[in-house]
């Protein structure tokens, strides 16, 4: 046993950095953006105009703010919750912003305002998941309608116009790129270092992993929580912002099912609801191919009414992809 | 090694729940470069006692002293911060994340910018086995996908990874096989020799005579003595720990064994059913020893119809049947005392009344329209048969005692009239008293003609109850005896030896299982 | 748990019935109910009258009809939210069959509830053999049946439907709404076979404990194979009674129907970890959720901003109940 063991070490090491490269390319982000390649060739054969700049622009930058806030999700249901108001906390954050820059205030505070008051609201939530011991289902279905009915009471459902001069952030291109897509990058590698090199990031894979033993290992999970989801908060004011300051007019009514395409993204890019595993790499190229694939349909002469069925088949190929992958692991472990 | 001086010292600790006295001034210590072993029966208080030391529970009374200070843990982090380390009983590992993430959670290397540092981390964890003599667990891994025995050493080393000079192990080697059983001692001894106090849990007690050097004896919350191993005898401990001798515990009746109810060839299910034959007859006992993983419980839930047999025969009552679920196996008088009370064999947050209903609901009712009055009268006799403490049938089982909720599970299956009992584990965690009625209920039932196929870990409850004895080890049946002609070392010998059986499949088998048959 | 001697505690079995009662999920309902009532019937003239009650249920009879099996699933620990969905789904094969294919309409109907039963059956079947979680096997086909809908009819609407076809959703039996009848009859055998049938008993065993339950003999699969065709079913019949009352398919109907009927099913008691709920609850719920809805509207305050009351409720509701519970529960012994 020693002996096999002492002269195993460097095969052992070997296979490990094959494991590891075999392993990298077996990850569901290695697979979205096998994918997402694959639609551009494919979908670009067929019609060259898929891959014209103005189409992938619009691709990318009507989509970075529903990938930013997929980061956010992406954290809550890491840590074994779930947050179905960010639809309407979207919404409600947009219009702080528009109504803020329309009254006149600094455009730096039309926003910065709405990113704080994501922060706000959003621990408002989390308080009431993590120490009133509510299920966050229930929570946010809760502030769900409070938030919407809270936004319909104060817009009356108009729309705001007449947004100054300014304003558009996501009109901005610094070095030529758009903003909202530099957005989408940089906070998508923050994001995912953050979770990855901080004990919090660390910390929310435990508690969504092992509830008991984060307890255990001196990790309080009400304080995790709150934090999940006062960070994820602010992914949703980032996203508001870039959703507001988009088009020349802001609906009060946010795009219906905007909460279910943000858990879509989430899901699809690799993270369990059953929390405790995922990345936020995977959600943001899972944003990108849905928005992509729903692009597309329109290149291959498809009708567009067909999208949501193709998103439902994403989820559910992705949802059997892992079942799969647990089980065959399941195996390994006993045998 | 050890220096004499306690390391940790508990004295006069008394912790109190609802309506128990769990520890009543009980004194304990441990010292430097020792194996203290901790014995006693389920509920003794043993779990108690350790949640105290690691900051899990707090004290009513009494106080800890450690390395010199009195101390108070209020969390579990505080203890581990002054070095005491425990391994639990259920493994608490995060399966999706890698070896070296699990040892290090929560205390993860830095780096100078307060980020942690994976480099530093993995080598780390590398080390940590290394010391351990682990050299084959990639620390890249996922620990999902690890053996149980592996993610033991895993746990092992996370607990230590944090300076431990005290570690508590709660019954490590519930779950091994005989190879990890034996990696798992050379830990525990290299441990000793670092001068690492040990505290071991265990409930077999030649663990403990291999590799302690003091026991303690719990019993119903109080310290029945300390002593060096070396000075004693099984039998002593045995006798310390349940109070009276093996004769007055298990009133095993004579019965008159009839003709075959069960009887099953070549079973299998693999892994851990494997070519399985076994006979049970009426009024007969069947003791079903073996090690926790050698596919015991697997072959009751196959019978049982939970996970259906992929080859091989069962016939009841001489015909062939086809048992593909519970329903099914319900229907040909077979019932299943589940191993796990809490989650296979109750529902706790239900009622007395609705949980023995459960399994015969639809044969007391009419169509699907629930006879609450029949289902009330069965609800009563079962409480009065089974002398079920209760302030009546509408009490939630969960506010029972773990005894009493033994007898609802009981009174649940007797409700259905079964020709063929299994009872996985019938007296894991139930106080002693509780524990001679449960035998004696066996015991009746057997005389009444009933077939029981009893699984224990306890080898003492295996002799002392069973008319044959059956011993499974990797899915086979290995090795048969009838009452009187075994003794615990044979079985014991039966259970562990010829660590992995590779290639003996046929002869071994075939020898054995003609044996059960018999 | 001892304090309580058996013989004393014969004697004031009826206090402490009428004090339990009170402090049941439903009681306490109740007493919000009854408050509401009165504050709207201050408050407005027109909220209290026959013709307006009447029409009230006329509105809530859809989210009624779907609300019963969504509270079996919830009961069971699952969830259903492709119900809207379905019912999206279920009108557009009404209105397509008929009018594109040219079935007879009672064909038609037939078909719209046979499709409602087979879009629950497939949730129902890759839940139990295939093991995929509820939320995120319902999320899939949440998309995919909203996409069939769309797909299918390219979110044409139909309308022109023969006048005896409005009779369910518009018309009256004996002075009271059809759909009322409909609802009615539904909710009493539902009542009925959730506290009285082996069925019923089965849902609540599963809910508290699912292996529990499996290894008792009941035949889980199956009961949850059942309880999710009956919610497709359900959804199915709602989108008749929906059309019908709005003289239109469209394909976008139902959208966030899922949201309302989880909230009424919550809010009326039922735990969204299994295990507790009963349909009484959920018809208050239902009922508390649609006056407050229109007593709100009737005293000013404008369109959907009434569901921000429904956030509130529901969360202290669930907030109150807790309390009441964790109080109850102070003399649980520790394990």
Same mark, same amino acid.
Request: charged share 15%.
């Given at each position: 046993?020693?002996?096999?063991?002492?002269?195993?070490?460097?095969?052992?090491?070997?296979?490990?950095?094959? *494991?590891?490269?075999?392993?990298?390319?077996?990850?569901?982000?290695?697979?979205?953006?096998?994918?997402?390649?694959?639609?551009?060739?494919?979908?670009?054969?067929?019609?060259?105009?898929?891959?014209?700049?103005? =189409?992938?622009?619009?691709?990318?930058?009507?989509?970075?703010?529903?990938?930013?806030?997929?980061?956010?999700?992406?954290?809550?249901?890491?840590?074994? =919750?779930?947050?179905?108001?960010?639809?309407?906390?979207?919404?409600?954050?947009?219009?702080?912003?528009?109504?803020?820059?329309?009254?006149?205030?600094?455009?730096?505070?039309?926003?910065?305002?709405?990113?704080?008051?994501?922060?706000?609201?959003?621990?408002?939530?989390?308080?009431?998941?993590?120490?009133?011991?509510?299920?966050?289902?229930?929570?946010?279905? +809760?502030?769900?309608?409070?938030? !919407?009915?809270?936004?319909?009471?104060?817009?009356?459902?108009?729309?705001?116009?007449?947004?100054?001069?300014?304003?558009?952030?996501?009109?901005?291109?610094?070095?030529?790129?758009?903003?909202?897509?530099?957005?989408?990058?940089?906070?998508?590698?923050?994001?995912?270092?953050?979770?990855?090199?901080?004990?919090?990031?660390?910390?929310?894979?435990?508690?969504?992993?092992?509830?008991? /033993?984060?307890?255990?290992?001196?990790?309080? !999970?009400?304080?995790?929580?709150?934090?999940?989801?006062?960070?994820?908060?602010?992914?949703?004011?980032?996203?508001?912002?870039?959703?507001?300051?988009?088009?020349?007019?802001?609906?009060?009514?946010?795009?219906?099912?905007?909460?279910?395409?943000?858990?879509?993204?989430?899901?699809?890019?690799?993270?369990?609801?059953?929390?405790?595993?995922?990345?936020?790499?995977?959600?943001?190229?899972? /944003?990108?191919?849905?928005?992509?694939?729903?692009?597309?349909?329109?290149?291959?002469?498809?009708?567009?009414?067909?999208?949501?069925?193709?998103?439902?088949?994403?989820?559910?190929?992705?949802?059997?992809?892992?079942?799969?992958?647990?089980?065959?692991?399941?195996?390994?472990?006993?045998? | 090694?050890?220096?004499?001086?306690?390391?940790?010292?508990?004295?006069?600790?008394?912790?109190?729940?609802? $309506?128990?006295?769990?520890?009543?001034?009980?004194?304990?210590?441990?010292?430097?470069?020792?194996?203290?072993?901790?014995?006693?029966?389920?509920?003794?208080?043993?779990?108690?006692?350790? *949640?105290?030391?690691?900051?899990?529970?707090?004290?009513?009374?009494?106080?800890?002293?450690?390395?010199?200070?009195?101390?108070?843990?209020?969390?579990?982090?505080?203890?581990?911060?002054?070095?005491?380390?425990?391994?639990?009983?259920?493994?608490?590992?995060?399966?999706?994340?890698?070896?070296?993430?699990?040892?290090?959670?929560?205390?993860?290397?830095?780096?100078?910018?307060?980020?942690?540092?994976?480099?530093?981390?993995?080598?780390?964890?590398?080390?940590?086995?290394?010391?351990?003599?682990?050299?084959?667990?990639?620390?890249?891994?996922?620990?999902?996908?690890?053996?149980?025995?592996?993610?033991?050493?895993?746990?092992?080393? !996370?607990?230590?990874?944090?300076? /431990?000079?005290?570690?508590?192990?709660?019954?490590?080697?519930?779950?091994?096989?005989?190879?990890?059983?034996?990696?798992?001692?050379?830990?525990?001894?290299?441990?000793?020799?670092?001068?690492?106090?040990?505290?071991?849990?265990?409930?077999?007690?030649?663990?403990?005579?291999?590799?302690?050097?003091?026991?303690?004896?719990?019993?119903?919350?109080?310290?029945?003595?300390?002593?060096?191993?070396?000075?004693?005898?099984?039998?002593?401990?045995?006798?310390?720990?349940?109070?009276?001798?093996?004769?007055?515990?298990?009133?095993?009746?004579?019965?008159?064994?009839?003709?075959?109810?069960?009887?099953?060839?070549?079973?299998?299910?693999?892994?851990?059913?494997?070519?399985?034959?076994?006979?049970?007859?009426?009024?007969?006992?069947?003791?079903?020893?073996?090690?926790?993983?050698?596919?015991?419980?697997?072959?009751?839930?196959?019978?049982?119809?939970?996970?259906?047999?992929?080859?091989?025969?069962?016939?009841?009552?001489?015909?062939?049947?086809?048992?593909?679920?519970?329903?099914?196996?319900?229907?040909?008088?077979?019932?299943?005392?589940?191993?796990?009370?809490?989650?296979?064999?109750?529902?706790?947050?239900?009622?007395?009344?609705?949980?023995?209903?459960?399994?015969?609901?639809?044969?007391?009712?009419?169509?699907?329209?629930?006879?609450?009055?029949?289902?009330?009268?069965?609800?009563? *006799?079962?409480?009065?048969?089974?002398?079920?403490?209760?302030?009546?049938?509408?009490?939630?089982?969960?506010?029972?005692?773990? +005894?009493?909720?033994?007898?609802?599970?009981?009174?649940?299956?007797?409700?259905?009239?079964?020709?063929?009992?299994?009872?996985?584990?019938?007296?894991?965690?139930?106080?002693?008293?509780?524990?001679?009625?449960?035998?004696?209920?066996?015991?009746?039932?057997?005389?009444?003609?009933?077939?029981?196929?009893?699984?224990?870990?306890?080898?003492?409850?295996?002799?002392?109850?069973?008319?044959?004895?059956?011993?499974?080890?990797?899915?086979?049946?290995?090795?048969?005896?009838?009452?009187?002609?075994?003794?615990?070392?044979?079985?014991?010998?039966?259970?562990?030896?010829?660590?992995?059986?590779?290639?003996?499949?046929?002869?071994?088998?075939?020898?054995?299982?003609?044996?059960?048959?018999? | 748990?001892?304090?309580?001697?058996?013989?004393?505690?014969?004697?004031?079995?009826?206090?402490?019935?009428?004090?339990?009662?009170?402090?049941?999920?439903?009681?306490?309902?109740?007493?919000?109910?009854?408050?509401?009532?009165?504050?709207?019937?201050?408050?407005?003239?027109?909220?209290?009258?026959?013709?307006?009650?009447? =029409?009230?249920?006329?509105?809530?009879?859809?989210?009624?009809?779907?609300?019963?099996?969504?509270?079996?699933?919830?009961?069971?620990?699952?969830?259903?939210?492709?119900? $809207?969905?379905?019912?999206?789904?279920?009108?557009?094969?009404?209105?397509?069959?008929?009018?594109?294919?040219?079935?007879?309409?009672?064909?038609?109907?037939?078909?719209?509830?046979?499709? $409602?039963?087979?879009?629950?059956?497939?949730?129902?079947?890759?839940?139990?053999?295939?093991?995929?979680?509820?939320?995120?096997?319902?999320?899939?086909?949440?998309?995919?049946?909203?996409?069939?809908?769309?797909?299918?009819?390219?979110?044409?609407?139909?309308?022109?439907?023969?006048?005896?076809?409005?009779?369910?959703?518009?018309?009256?039996?004996? +002075?009271?709404?059809?759909?009322?009848?409909?609802?009615?009859?539904?909710?009493?055998?539902?009542?009925?076979?959730?506290?009285?049938?082996?069925?019923?008993?089965?849902?609540?065993?599963?809910?508290?404990?699912?292996?529990?339950?499996?290894?008792?003999?009941?035949?889980?699969?199956?009961? *949850?194979?059942?309880?999710?065709?009956?919610?497709?079913?359900?959804?199915?019949?709602?989108?008749?009674?929906?059309?019908?009352?709005?003289?239109?398919?469209?394909?976008?109907?139902?959208?966030?129907?899922?949201?309302?009927?989880?909230?009424?099913?919550?809010?009326?008691?039922?735990?969204?970890?299994?295990?507790?709920?009963?349909?009484?609850?959920?018809?208050?719920?239902?009922?508390?959720?649609?006056?407050?809805? =229109?007593?709100?509207?009737?005293?000013?305050? !404008?369109?959907?901003?009434?569901?921000?009351?429904?956030?509130?409720?529901?969360?202290?509701?669930?907030?109150?109940?807790?309390?009441?519970?964790?109080?109850?529960?102070?003399?649980?012994?520790?394990?």
């Amino acid at each position: 046993m020693n002996t096999a063991a002492s002269t195993a070490v460097s095969p052992a090491q070997q296979r490990g950095v094959l *494991k590891r490269i075999l392993r990298l390319f077996a990850s569901q982000e290695a697979v979205l953006l096998l994918a997402l390649v694959a639609l551009f060739v494919i979908v670009g054969s067929i019609n060259s105009r898929f891959i014209a700049e103005r =189409n992938l622009y619009s691709i990318f930058l009507g989509n970075a703010y529903i990938a930013v806030a997929a980061i956010g999700m992406s954290m809550v249901i890491i840590s074994g =919750n779930i947050d179905i108001s960010v639809g309407s906390l979207i919404g409600v954050l947009a219009t702080i912003s528009g109504s803020m820059a329309v009254a006149g205030y600094p455009l730096v505070l039309c926003w910065l305002v709405p990113v704080l008051a994501g922060v706000l609201i959003s621990s408002f939530t989390g308080y009431i998941v993590a120490y009133l011991k509510i299920p966050s289902i229930v929570v946010s279905l +809760g502030m769900l309608s409070i938030l !919407k009915g809270g936004l319909i009471a104060v817009t009356s459902g108009e729309w705001i116009t007449d947004l100054p001069e300014g304003y558009a952030l996501a009109q901005l291109k610094p070095l030529g790129v758009p903003l909202p897509i530099i957005f989408m990058i940089v906070l998508t590698i923050l994001a995912a270092l953050w979770m990855r090199f901080s004990n919090t990031g660390r910390a929310i894979y435990a508690v969504g992993g092992n509830a008991e /033993a984060a307890r255990l290992s001196g990790i309080s !999970k009400q304080r995790t929580i709150m934090k999940v989801f006062a960070i994820h908060g602010g992914f949703i004011g980032i996203a508001a912002v870039l959703f507001a300051t988009q088009l020349s007019v802001i609906q009060s009514t946010v795009p219906p099912n905007l909460e279910l395409t943000i858990i879509t993204a989430s899901v699809v890019g690799g993270v369990s609801i059953l929390g405790g595993t995922g990345t936020v790499v995977g959600s943001t190229l899972a /944003a990108i191919l849905l928005a992509a694939i729903g692009s597309s349909l329109i290149f291959v002469s498809v009708s567009p009414y067909w999208l949501r069925s193709v998103q439902g088949v994403l989820i559910l190929l992705t949802v059997l992809a892992d079942l799969y992958r647990r089980k065959r692991q399941r195996k390994q472990g006993s045998g | 090694m050890t220096d004499g001086r306690a390391l940790l010292e508990l004295s006069n600790i008394v912790k109190r729940f609802p $309506g128990v006295l769990a520890l009543d001034r009980v004194s304990f210590d441990v010292r430097a470069g020792e194996v203290h072993a901790l014995l006693g029966e389920n509920g003794a208080g043993k779990s108690t006692l350790i *949640k105290i030391i690691s900051g899990v529970y707090q004290p009513d009374e009494g106080h800890i002293n450690f390395s010199g200070n009195t101390v108070r843990f209020n969390t579990p982090a505080a203890a581990q911060n002054n070095g005491i380390a425990t391994i639990y009983q259920e493994l608490l590992l995060y399966p999706e994340l890698s070896v070296a993430e699990n040892i290090f959670m929560g205390h993860a290397p830095k780096t100078r910018f307060g980020t942690i540092d994976w480099r530093a981390m993995r080598s780390l964890a590398r080390e940590q086995l290394a010391s351990l003599d682990i050299y084959d667990l990639d620390v890249n891994q996922q620990v999902g996908s690890l053996s149980v025995g592996n993610r033991q050493r895993v746990e092992i080393a !996370k607990a230590l990874s944090q300076d /431990a000079r005290v570690l508590i192990m709660d019954e490590p080697t519930a779950a091994l096989t005989g190879a990890d059983v034996e990696r798992l001692f050379r830990i525990v001894r290299l441990l000793r020799e670092r001068g690492v106090g040990v505290i071991y849990i265990s409930h077999r007690l030649e663990e403990i005579f291999e590799l302690a050097d003091r026991v303690t004896v719990l019993r119903d919350g109080a310290c029945v003595g300390t002593s060096q191993v070396i000075d004693t005898t099984e039998d002593d401990l045995i006798n310390r720990m349940v109070g009276r001798t093996i004769e007055d515990l298990y009133p095993k009746q004579l019965s008159r064994i009839g003709e075959p109810v069960l009887e099953i060839e070549s079973l299998s299910r693999p892994p851990l059913t494997r070519n399985v034959s076994l006979t049970l007859r009426r009024g007969e006992i069947l003791g079903l020893a073996g090690l926790v993983g050698s596919g015991r419980s697997e072959l009751a839930q196959t019978l049982f119809g939970i996970t259906p047999a992929q080859s091989g025969c069962i016939k009841v009552n001489g015909v062939e049947c086809l048992i593909d679920s519970p329903a099914a196996a319900i229907k040909l008088g077979i019932a299943y005392v589940p191993e796990d009370r809490s989650t296979q064999g109750l529902i706790k947050p239900m009622s007395i009344r609705e949980n023995i209903s459960m399994a015969v609901l639809k044969e007391i009712s009419n169509g699907n329209l629930i006879n609450h009055l029949a289902e009330r009268e069965l609800a009563q *006799k079962n409480i009065n048969q089974f002398r079920i403490r209760t302030s009546g049938m509408e009490q939630k089982v969960e506010k029972l005692s773990g +005894g009493n909720q033994q007898k609802v599970v009981l009174g649940k299956w007797m409700a259905s009239a079964p020709d063929v009992l299994i009872m996985d584990e019938p007296t894991r965690g139930i106080d002693v008293g509780a524990k001679a009625e449960i035998h004696r209920t066996m015991s009746e039932l057997a005389c009444r003609g009933m077939a029981v196929l009893m699984i224990s870990s306890e080898l003492p409850e295996i002799m002392g109850m069973s008319d044959t004895i059956a011993v499974m080890r990797e899915g086979r049946l290995v090795a048969s005896f009838t009452r009187g002609d075994a003794t615990q070392e044979q079985i014991a010998a039966a259970m562990m030896s010829g660590s992995r059986s590779e290639s003996d499949e046929g002869l071994v088998d075939s020898n054995s299982t003609k044996g059960a048959a018999a | 748990m001892s304090r309580v001697a058996p013989t004393v505690s014969r004697m004031p079995s009826v206090l402490s019935t009428a004090r339990r009662l009170a402090l049941s999920h439903e009681g306490v309902l109740l007493i919000i109910l009854m408050v509401s009532l009165l504050v709207l019937a201050t408050q407005t003239d027109r909220f209290l009258t026959t013709d307006n009650l009447l =029409n009230q249920c006329r509105l809530m009879a859809e989210v009624g009809l779907v609300a019963l099996p969504m509270t079996y699933i919830i009961i069971t620990g699952g969830i259903d939210l492709s119900v $809207g969905s379905i019912l999206g789904l279920c009108a557009i094969v009404l209105g397509v069959a008929w009018k594109n294919y040219g079935l007879p309409l009672e064909f038609a109907i037939v078909l719209c509830l046979v499709t $409602g039963a087979a879009a629950g059956a497939v949730n129902g079947y890759f839940i139990t053999r295939v093991g995929v979680p509820p939320l995120i096997m319902t999320l899939a086909t949440l998309a995919l049946y909203r996409g069939f809908a769309e797909g299918v009819s390219q979110s044409r609407s139909v309308r022109g439907y023969p006048e005896w076809f409005y009779q369910f959703g518009q018309g009256e039996l004996f +002075g009271i709404p059809t759909q009322l009848w409909f609802l009615i009859a539904a909710l009493l055998i539902s009542a009925f076979v959730l506290s009285r049938t082996v069925f019923g008993r089965a849902l609540y065993a599963i809910g508290h404990n699912e292996t529990g339950a499996r290894f008792s003999g009941l035949a889980v699969d199956r009961y *949850k194979m059942l309880i999710y065709t009956f919610s497709g079913f359900m959804a199915g019949l709602a989108s008749f009674v929906f059309v019908s009352r709005v003289s239109t398919t469209r394909s976008d109907m139902g959208t966030g129907l899922e949201l309302d009927v989880i909230a009424a099913v919550v809010l009326g008691g039922t735990s969204i970890f299994g295990g507790t709920g009963t349909i009484i609850g959920t018809a208050l719920g239902v009922v508390l959720i649609q006056l407050l809805k =229109n007593g709100l509207a009737l005293t000013g305050v !404008k369109g959907d901003a009434t569901i921000m009351v429904i956030g509130v409720v529901l969360i202290c509701s669930i907030l109150i109940t807790n309390f009441a519970r964790s109080r109850q529960a102070t003399e649980k012994p520790g394990d």
